[in-house]
């Protein structure tokens, strides 16, 4: 438990990141219709959201969280949150996937709210 705030902070920091990014991806490719080719913006979602993967995980085996709760809720947030956001991407510049996403957005903030608020 020595290393919880460590790894709490660096999660936290990445969840930002992640979600920055996306919106930075988001708007650049949907809203003002430019190709997405850096390397940087192309490789960077991934390893930040490993990362994010490997320190939720390492937070929940650290603090043992059943995943029947509030926890269960965030994962299930985050399948959607991706799977929606494939969806905004794969649609283009339609009004579709627009909406998609500022949705995948949406559910963006929903996960950190109950990150934020979240029983323990």
Known sequence: ????????????????????????????????????RHPVIRIAPHILDTVLLATGIALWVMVGWPFF?????????????ILIGIAAFRSGRSGTGIILYLTALIVFVIIAVIAVHKPV
Request: glycine letters at 8%; charged letters at 10%.
């Open 1 to 36: 438990m020595e290393y919880y705030p460590l790894l709490k902070n660096i999660h936290i920091f990445i969840a930002l990141l992640s979600g920055m990014g996306f919106a930075l991806r988001g708007y650049l490719r949907l809203v003002m219709n430019q190709p997405v």
């Open 69 to 81: 709760s509030w926890l269960g809720l965030k994962i299930a947030l985050i399948v959607a949150y």
